[in-house]
């Protein structure tokens, strides 16, 4: 089991950004599936982004939010520019930690370790 620990939320306004960082135990980090998923009140949980080699991104966040990490600390990152009060949500770090290349990184079933989740609120 991977231990997966997000921070970095809170509030900002419209047209801000935020950072947040998920930090995951285990070894061999740098094969792992990385994804930032995020649930509003009321909605289902989302897929925003992932990480594996290529990145992908939701066509909602596409040009204004960044994955990266660094194998080396076993971070992954979600760098959000030019929030909306759209993204409002609580962000989840979702990491799989072996065999993601036979994962849909797309859908929260393709990974099987899950952060607590931080909130994220944007002010318009």
């Known amino acids: 089991q991977v231990l997966v620990v997000e921070s970095g939320g809170g509030l900002a306004q419209a047209g801000g950004s935020l950072r947040l960082s998920c930090a995951a135990s285990g070894r061999s980090f740098s094969s792992f599936l990385l994804g930032w998923f995020r649930q509003a009140p009321g909605k289902e949980r989302e897929f925003v982004a992932a990480s594996f080699g290529i990145t992908l991104y939701a066509d909602s966040v596409k040009g204004r939010f960044t994955i990266s990490r660094d194998n080396a600390q076993n971070t992954v990152y979600l760098q959000m520019n030019n929030l909306t009060p759209e993204d409002t949500a609580v962000y989840y770090c979702?990491?799989?930690?072996?065999?993601?290349?036979?994962?849909?990184?797309?859908?929260?079933?393709?990974?099987?370790?899950w952060g607590q989740g931080t909130q994220v609120t944007v002010s318009s």
């Open positions: 979702a990491v799989k930690s072996s065999g993601g290349y036979s994962s849909n990184p797309r859908a929260a079933s393709g990974y099987d370790s």
